[in-house]
Structures are given as C-alpha cells and as structure tokens.
C-alpha cells in the first residue's frame, strides 16, 4: 500500500535570507503590539477603579476583547495557524471554538441561576 | 512558513484531489490535535473557575488580583500587579525569542537556532523562578484574617515572618477590609488580637486569608497546572537545543522539531495569556 504521510512537507518550509528579513518585521511589529497591550491591560486594573468606580463591568470586557486580540496575534502569527492551508486551521479552531461557546454559555449561565438560589435561602 | 507545498510530488502518493488538503506533516498535524486537546483542558478549568466565581453566595466576595498580588521581590510597599505584569511580559518575550529561533531554523542558520533557543530557555526558568515566588509569597500571606471575639473581621497590617515574633506596641489591624480606614492600634489591638476566634494566614487548600477556599484552590490548580506545562516546555526545549547543537537538525535537512517545540512554548504563552487576564485582572 502506498503511504501519503511520508512526504517530505517539511522540506518545503524553507525560506530565503530576503522572506527573512518581511517575517523578522512582523515579528517584531507583534511583539511590540503585545507588549503595548499587557501594559494597557495592567494600568487598567489598577487605575480604572480610582477614575471611574462603580464600572468594573465595563473594564471586564474591555479586558476580555483585548485578551482576545492578543490570542489571535500568537496563534495566527507566532504559531503560524495564519500560513497553514484554510484546511488546517478550520479543521483546528472550528471543533474548539464551538466547545468553548457551548461550555462558557452553559457554565456562565448556570452559575448565575444558582447565585440566585443561593441568595434566597442563604 | 509552510504553505502549500511547491514540490512536484510523484503520483503514486497523490491524493485523490491532485494534492493534499492539508500540507502539513504528520508531527506537525499530531501537536496541533494534542495542543487542542491540552486548551480543552485549560478551557474545562477557566470555566470552571467561572463557574465557581459567578454563584457564589450572598455575603462573600470575590477577592480582587490588584489588592491580593501586589509585592514585588526585593521591595517593601505594594505594587499591584507589577510582578505578574513582569512574569507575563517575559513569557511574551520567550515566545518571541522562540519564533526567532524557528525563523533562524526555516534559513539553516544553525548558529541563530542555538542562540534563540538558549534565550528562550533562558526566559522559561526566569518565568518558572518567578512563580515560586508568587506561590511562596501566597501561601505566606500578607494580611492575616482575624476573626474578633464580636464577630468583627480584622486584618493585620503586616503579617509577621517566619519566626517572628509581635511587638505589641507597633501592631496594628484595620477593620472590615485589608484597604478599610478604620485602624486599631498598639497593646489594645494586640489584647483584641489574643482574644479572636480564629486568625486565618495565608493559604492552603482548606482556609485561606484573601476569600472563598476555592478562591486558593483554583490558584492553585490552575497556575499550578501551568507551571507544569512551563517545566515540561523548558525541558522540552533543552533536549532540542541539545539536538541542534549536536547538528542532528542540519543533517536532517530541516528544523522542524524546533518549529513543534516552538508550538508547543507558544501555547503555554497562549495559556498564560489568558490566565492573567481571567485571575489576575478580572
């Protein structure tokens, strides 16, 4: 029987001094952009709440949104998902993501019922 | 980067397609599916650490990351979230240093593989020294919870080291709250102290000073369980950096197992990312 899995891809994944020198570019535009928002992030939370009390709310999801920017810049960039065939990265992030919204959905919302509960016979 | 392959491949291994839908190889496809299943896990616990945050009962409170993480090592006075926003900025950078390597890797330059490898090992010790901190500094606690014999909660304002032992005259709680203006002060605070009910330092997986016992236990768990990953990511990449500098790459003809380190660093990054923003920040 005739195997698919031994070809060589990884031969393939070279690149020259030139391509180099774009992908080091990028690079270092992420990192720089990462480090930006890690320290928008951490003046946030500790300064947010003296300027603006009572909106921690707000800040939360500020938070999650700029999380969320953060993990596509590593998985696309550094991880390179974003120069793998369309194929690939589906068959990666589609399975995932549709468990994470199916269990933070159900947990989130659950947790709020019980809270409630909790409230009238604690 | 691999993209679609370029080479003209013999027609015996074609796909039915005329090529593959994938392009990857087998190593590179099998951590991809091993670090999905690896977010699963860490999915579960964040969830499950939401979980527990969002029913908690009346009359309990969530304790805040800027008040409970607030030293810095080698520094007295609070700095809140300094040295988490630290440690989260060097797992940043030895991704950084690892995506270097992997480009160094796709140019044969082996010389440039080593030297972002070391960095990157580099970076991963300093990040797991650091944790051993923030545990060690956790578990110690800095403001032990008294209950008062009238049922008040009080807080020391320091917390006395290991072998310490209190000087009356310059003890001191505040009431209510660790950041509460309402102090108690001197030889009448100590006699308040010696009278509790109960003084709660530190934490360990039954009580703890800051909140909830599950407040400390997903500490625990989930940094824990992180930092297990970082130490099985530093070793991971001394054993391909060992490689590389015994040439066992060049000979091969490509560096590939430094990309699936690389992938597999990154996603103790990945990990770590939202970490800090789900315990530390939220």
Known sequence: MERDDIIEYSLDAGHSEEQGRVIRKKILFVTILLSVITSVEVL???????????????????????????????????????????????????????????IAFVLIWEATYIHEILKVFL | MSGEASKTISNAVLWGGGRSPLSVSYGKLMIWFFLVSDALTFTGLLAAYGFA????????????????????????????????????????????????????????????????LFLTVIGGLFFLSSQ????????????????????????????PHHGETIDPATFAMTIGSTQSEEVVKGPEAYKLYQSAISVVSGANMTENEYGPTSYANFFFFIT?????????????????????????????GHYEMVEKAGLYWHFVDLVWVFVFTFFYLV
């Not at chain 2, 300094?82 to 044969?108: C, D, N, P």
């Not at chain 2, 606690?141 to 209950?147: E, I």
């Open chain 2, 132 to 159: 051993a901190f923030e545990w060690s500094h956790f578990i110690h606690g800095s403001h032990a919870r008294v209950t008062l014999a009238d049922g008040r909660t009080a807080f020391l304002v320091e917390n």
């Open chain 1, 44 to 102: 946030l939370g500790v300064f947010w709440m003296d300027i603006m009390p009572n909106s921690w709310h707000w800040v939360k999801w500020v938070f999650i949104v700029l999380t969320m920017i953060k993990a596509a810049y590593i998985v696309m960039t550094f991880m390179h998902l974003g120069d793998e065939r369309r194929n690939v990265r589906s068959m990666i992030l589609m399975p995932y993501v549709l468990f994470l919204m199916y």
């Open chain 2, 224 to 252: 824990g369980f992180h930092g297990f990953h970082v130490t099985t990511g530093v070793i991971l990449n001394i054993v391909v950096l060992t490689m590389v500098i015994k040439g066992v790459f060049h000979r091969r």
């Open chain 2, 53 to 116: 945050r969002h029913s908690l009962g009346p009359g309990m409170e969530w304790p805040v990351g800027e008040i409970v993480f607030s030293s810095f090592p080698g520094l007295s006075g609070t700095y809140p979230l300094m040295y988490v926003a630290l440690m989260t900025f060097i797992l940043i950078i030895s991704s950084v240093t690892m995506v270097l390597a992997v480009e160094a890797g796709h140019r044969m330059d082996k010389k440039g593989v080593v030297k972002w």
